[in-house]
């Protein structure tokens, strides 16, 4: 598919191929963000559009997980359509200031031991992923409208 090319994908090492980017600052992206900066009707459209233009705008990287770009997917077929879905697909994966980090390996460990871990909590397990990645990267904001990220102890923005 083209645009493609935009996409870095890091494994569960937490290395990039093309190096470290601890130093960088990113921007987590959960599915309700995606979800919110894609669909004009979502009442958080202006809000989580804003953001992430101006994290942009501020040499800021996004990162997500593979988890998130699937249940996105998934999300924006059903609610707007094919078109839709692929529309962000492309747009997204032609991105050279995005991550998508596989879910897989030491993440899926961790992930597993978050969502265990809290039985008074309705975490899903694809939040529990993105919760992994957020505390190996080191990331404390995520764009999103998901509580689930304030009560796992991260700060959600807007």
């Avoid at 470290?20 to 995606?34: N, Q, S, Y």
């Avoid at 705008?57 to 996105?72: A, Q």
Wanted: include cysteine; charge should be positive.
């Amino acid at each position: 598919m083209a645009g493609r090319r935009g996409i870095e994908r890091r494994s569960q090492s937490g290395r990039s191929r093309s190096g470290p980017l601890r130093g960088m600052r990113r921007l987590f992206v959960d599915t309700a963000g995606w979800m919110a900066c894609a669909d004009r009707n979502d009442v958080a459209h202006r809000k989580c559009t804003a953001v992430r233009d101006a994290e942009l705008r501020v040499g800021r990287l996004l990162l997500t997980t593979d988890y998130v770009v699937d249940e996105t997917l998934t999300l924006l077929r059903l609610r707007l359509g094919l078109r839709a879905a692929r529309e962000w697909w492309e747009r997204i994966s032609g991105s050279p200031r995005l991550i998508v980090m596989s879910s897989d390996g030491e993440i899926r460990e961790q992930a597993l031991q978050w969502f265990f871990r809290y039985a008074d909590k309705e975490f899903s397990f694809t939040d529990c992923t993105s919760f992994a990645v957020m505390k190996a990267e080191k990331i404390r904001d995520a764009l999103t409208t998901d509580r689930h990220f304030e009560q796992a102890g991260f700060r959600m923005v807007p």
